[in-house]
């Protein structure tokens, strides 16, 4: 077959960098058009306890899957780097080692996720009047995890091949029939959230099928030969190195998600179906920001495997501005049409929609800032290093949302959902200033090491 490869390393950067990510912002686009339906059609047809059902599990399923989707994050660098270098050997390790790594963190998931349900939503404080719904929807999203695993270490080896185009077209395929089950389980099946739990785990084994088969045709470096998985140590070891920090970020990114949420839990389930809602409408404007930063770690890690430290300033200054300029869009936007939007979720409940509509003022308007963030941490992290910004994140993200929570969220006086959402920007802040001092930093070392290697 033919493999939609690309250097990432020759040629216009500006034009190569647009090319290859609106295909990522689509992808993540239709993920969450897609996610958006299980909430739309549990709104429309089981109302808006269910819609809180589902909401409510959003940042525990983070918390919990973040940590192992982080090695794909390692996988995908660790190819980066070998294209570059021209080192098809140690890409062809990777990629074996990769997907069962996939396979042994969707199991290990499973087991975590369908036995720990109930108490971790219970540890988050939900609503008595929905944790048994979300309970049910977790338990059956979890039986199928696995595939989620596979297809994300799957899509980052082909991103990290320069192939953003087969996650488009495979997730399309797979969200298609995951709003089409949705329709029949709920409105004909009466399956509620249930309905929508299962819709998700069928789309999610057909577009990891997808995956695979697609990395099996491969005739490059990439290609899967399931004879072949094995977990080479050298690969593993460097997965591991690069993945599991920021998996670990990841995680602890969510930590504070789950703080806030069940902050939010304790206003009351009109106030968790609101910002349930809004928090689904802001992801349309994350994943577009967040399709630069991958973008920024992949061009990055090839451009630094094939040692053109000249391109990687470029790579910076284009990330950065086009981030800044997609976020502010996106954000202003989004909120604009803040109030039709939710009425396609909570139609009906003007209660709900205000406190949606709370949220996107402090969230989606100054969102960019986290879009800023996000590449930083790209940048970073395709030069090989993934310590510096878990470590700079867990400080100056999740650090300072669970202090804001613990010290003036706890003040009578700013108890409540306006200064919950406040520490959002002010976190994304302190963290994109410092992660852009670290990156310039790291990159001038690198530089000048080169340098000093050349003259001998």
């Given at each position: 077959?033919q493999?939609?490869?690309s ?11 647009i ?19 299980d ?11 269910s819609?809180?059902?589902?909401g ?7 918390l ?16 980066a ?6 080192k098809?050997e140690?890409v062809?390790?990777t990629?074996?080692?990769a ?10 998931l499973?087991v ?6 109930h108490t971790f939503?219970?540890l ?9 719904l ?12 696995t ?11 082909l ?8 996650p488009?077209y ?21 399956m509620?959230?249930?309905?929508v739990?299962l819709?998700?785990?069928i789309?999610?084994?057909l577009?990891?099928?997808?995956i695979?088969?697609n990395?099996?045709r491969?005739?490059d ?5 399931l004879?072949?998985?094995?977990l ?8 591991l190195?690069i ?16 703080i806030?949420q ?5 206003f ?10 809004a ?8 994943t577009?920001m967040?399709?630069?930063?991958q ?6 890690g090839q451009?630094?495997g ?22 502010l869009t996106?954000?202003?936007?989004v909120?604009?049409f ?12 003007e209660?709900?929609?205000h406190y ?5 003022a402090?969230?989606?308007?100054p ?44 003040s009578e ?9 406040l ?18 930093v790291?990159?001038k070392k690198?530089?000048?090491r ?7």
């Amino acid at each position: 077959m033919q493999n939609n490869r690309s250097d990432l390393c020759e040629g216009p950067l500006l034009k190569k960098i647009i090319l290859y990510t609106v295909p990522i912002i689509l992808t993540g686009i239709l993920q969450l058009l897609f996610n958006a339906a299980d909430l739309v059609v549990v709104g429309r047809y089981c109302g808006e306890l269910s819609v809180a059902a589902v909401g409510a599990t959003g940042a525990l399923i983070n918390l919990i899957i973040n940590l192992f989707i982080g090695l794909s994050v390692g996988a995908g660098v660790t190819v980066a780097h070998g294209l570059g270098a021209g080192k098809e050997e140690n890409v062809r390790r990777t990629v074996h080692t990769a997907i069962p790594t996939a396979i042994i963190c969707g199991i290990i998931l499973t087991v975590v996720g369908v036995a720990g349900a109930h108490t971790f939503l219970s540890l988050m404080d939900t609503p008595d009047e929905v944790i048994g719904l979300s309970a049910e929807y977790l338990r059956i999203y979890f039986c199928g995890i696995t595939a989620t695993m596979l297809y994300n270490f799957g899509a980052a080896i082909l991103r990290a091949a320069g192939d953003t185009q087969s996650p488009l077209y495979y997730l399309t395929a797979a969200g298609i029939v995951n709003v089409v089950l949705n329709i029949v389980f709920v409105r004909v099946f009466n399956m509620n959230v249930a309905g929508v739990a299962l819709a998700t785990t069928i789309s999610q084994v057909l577009s990891a099928a997808m995956i695979i088969i697609n990395l099996m045709r491969r005739t490059d470096c990439c290609r899967l030969e399931l004879r072949k998985m094995k977990l080479h140590r050298a690969q593993l070891s460097r997965i591991l190195r690069i993945g599991f920090p920021a998996g670990i970020q990841g995680s602890l990114f969510a930590v504070s998600n789950v703080i806030i949420q069940s902050s939010v839990n304790s206003f009351g389930s009109v106030v968790v179906s609101g910002n349930a809602a809004a928090g689904n409408i802001e992801g349309f404007v994350y994943t577009t920001m967040n399709s630069f930063s991958q973008t920024s770690m992949n061009f990055t890690g090839q451009n630094y495997g094939a040692g053109k430290l000249d391109r990687i300033k470029k790579i910076m200054y284009i990330c950065l501005a086009s981030v800044f300029v997609a976020g502010l869009t996106a954000g202003c936007t989004v909120y604009f049409f803040g109030r039709q939007l939710l009425s396609f979720y909570i139609p009906g409940s003007e209660e709900a929609i205000h406190y949606g509509l709370i949220r996107m003022a402090y969230i989606c308007l100054p969102y960019f800032l986290c879009g800023l963030m996000d590449v930083t941490t790209g940048l970073i992290r395709g030069l090989g290093s993934s310590m510096l910004p878990m470590i700079i994140t867990v400080i100056g993200v999740c650090g300072m949302r669970i202090g804001w929570i613990y010290t003036v969220f706890r003040s009578e006086k700013y108890h409540s959902v306006q200064s919950l959402y406040l520490s959002y920007a002010i976190s994304w802040s302190l963290t994109f200033i410092t992660e852009l001092i670290v990156f310039l930093v790291l990159f001038k070392k690198i530089k000048n090491r080169k340098k000093s290697a050349s003259a001998y």
